[in-house]
């Protein structure tokens, strides 16, 4: 390529994809910290797949959530899983799709 501004954006816009696309393909083994468990869950992860419920090595017990208002509120009914351990809380209905989401509002 003769042009190095040309060449310089298609390098950034490949590394800005290629961040969007390995941030979606870990989010389900993410904060995995047994890989033992990593491993009996997902094996070689070579495509996307869907997060296991409840997370085996969830942090979320660990923490605690309280929006100072409720138009600051971003986890909505995901606050319930805040502060609890994995699999001592039922999972609540949740819309599969953002657009289920919206409507929902």
Not at 5 to 31: E, K, S
Not at 84 to 104: I, K, W, Y
Request: net charge negative; no cysteine.
């Amino acid at each position: 390529m003769d042009n190095p501004a040309l060449a310089l954006h298609f390098r950034l816009t490949g590394a800005l994809f290629g961040a969007f696309i390995a941030d979606a393909l870990a989010m389900p083994i993410h904060w995995y910290y047994d890989t033992a468990s990593l491993a009996r869950d997902y094996g070689w992860v070579k495509d996307f797949a869907k997060p296991r419920n409840p997370h085996p090595d969830s942090i979320l017990w660990r923490s605690t959530y309280h929006p100072h208002r409720p138009q600051a509120d971003i986890l909505h009914n995901q606050a319930a899983f805040w502060g609890q351990r994995s699999g001592q809380r039922e999972v609540p209905d949740m819309p599969s799709t953002l657009a289920e989401e919206a409507h929902a509002l």
